[in-house]
T-cell receptor, first 111, second 109 residues
Framework: DGGITQSPKYLFRKEGQNVTLSCEQN?????MYWYRQDPGQGLRLIYY???????QKGDIAEGYSVSREKKESFPLTVTSAQKNPTAFYLC??????????FGSGTRLTVV | EDKVVQSPLSLVVHEGDTVTLNCSYE??????LLWYKQEKKAPTFLFML????IEKKSGRLSSILDKKELFSILNITATQTGDSAVYLC?????????FGTGTSLTVIP
């Protein structure tokens, strides 16, 4: 089955740690995105990538980093510079004209 | 600033009722407007609208876009408890997506 796989589903981070969220897709989509969702707010774009080895900052990129070494993979690292990382993180991919496919999300909690 | 505004923020209806969810937006030259249904997992795609005045329909759900007045509506007829969810509207503009905060719909038996 084609789709997007995010892992882990739940992640706990200690303050000062970097953590990496995985996002893999087998849809052959060129574009991939990372969003963050907080209660009472819409999804906010962290980073996006239109092609391999290229990515752009979204609205709230500070404290995050990404890489796009393969078309299928777009991992997101939440660094210790992100002051309020507790949130639900969604990865998505798209192919022009066909809408978007979302992963099932990762819930990150700082402990 | 809020580029996409959804209303109402929340709605409680009885099974069988018809509901209309609203999405207004500020951008004009956008590529598409999308509707999603979000339950406990990630949003599931409902509709993508690119042309004004053309209704998209899927079962009991339908949606239409008014590019002149800059809004879209999502209609759900004969609501069921399984329709309870947050409905998200998003606008694709440039290389980004702007989401509203969603309308939380609760359908009670």
């Amino acid at each position: 089955d084609g789709g997007i796989t995010q892992s882990p589903k739940y992640l706990f981070r200690k303050e000062g740690q970097n953590v990496t969220l995985s996002c893999e897709q087998n849809l052959n989509h060129d574009a991939m995105y990372w969003y963050r969702q907080d209660p009472g707010q819409g999804l906010r774009l962290i980073y996006y990538s239109q092609i391999v080895n290229d990515f752009q900052k979204g609205d709230i990129a500070e404290g995050y980093s990404v890489s796009r070494e393969k078309k299928e993979s777009f991992p997101l690292t939440v660094t210790s510079a992100q002051k309020n990382p507790t949130a639900f993180y969604l990865c998505a991919s798209s192919s022009r004209g066909y809408g978007y496919t979302f992963g099932s999300g990762t819930r990150l909690t700082v402990v | 600033e809020d580029k996409v505004v959804q209303s109402p923020l929340s709605l409680v209806v009885h099974e069988g009722d018809t509901v209309t969810l609203n999405c207004s937006y500020e951008v004009t030259n956008f590529r598409s407007l999308l509707w999603y249904k979000q339950e406990k997992k990630a949003p599931t795609f409902l509709f993508m609208l690119t042309s004004s005045g053309i209704e998209k329909k899927s079962g009991r759900l339908s949606s239409i876009l008014d590019k002149k007045e800059l809004f879209s509506i999502l209609n759900i007829t004969a609501t069921q408890t399984g329709d309870s969810a947050v409905y998200l509207c998003a606008v694709e503009y440039g290389n980004q997506f702007y989401f509203g905060t969603g309308t939380s719909l609760t359908v009670i038996p």
